[in-house]
């Protein structure tokens, strides 16, 4: 009886063709699970840019001209979108909260938000 057991599995092929195979059977333990994605480092180091002529362009020395959108403007005390500016102080804020505490600030405090923006603005 035994015999005929043995003969019985030799006869079946281990991986049935017909049923789907199991992710830990596809990949063994350790294994990647398929693509990955590359940062722009990885790309660069991959690529040989050294070797390629300098007027060909490449990752490196790409020029777009300027955006033809306008630039964003955020408020210098929440850093969210800024539609309002304040006429005194020339800081933008986000909301009337924001507005009041503009208000509040001491001169020295609005000089300093200022030129944190490159905005060198002389408060009378």
């Known amino acids: 009886m035994e015999a005929d057991v043995v ?8 991986v049935m063709p ?5 992710m830990g059977d596809k990949y063994q333990k ?5 693509r990955y994605w590359k940062h722009l480092k990885q790309l660069l180091q991959a690529e040989n ?3 390629l002529p300098l007027d060909e362009p490449n990752y490196l020395n790409i020029e777009s ?3 033809m959108y306008p630039s ?4 210098d005390i929440t850093g969210f979108e800024a539609p309002y500016v304040d006429p005194r102080t020339k800081l933008r804020y986000a909301d ?6 503009v208000r509040n600030l001491p001169n020295d ?3 300093r938000y200022l030129a944190l923006r490159n905005a060198a603005v002389i408060i009378r």
């Open 7 to 14: 003969r019985s599995e030799m006869v079946l092929p281990p």
């Open 18 to 22: 017909f049923k789907r195979v199991q």
């Open 30 to 34: 350790g294994q990647s699970r398929g």
């Open 49 to 51: 840019f050294i070797s």
């Open 65 to 67: 001209p300027p955006s």
């Open 72 to 75: 964003k403007k955020y408020c």
């Open 96 to 101: 009337p909260e924001v507005f009041k505490r």
């Open 109 to 111: 405090h609005v000089q």
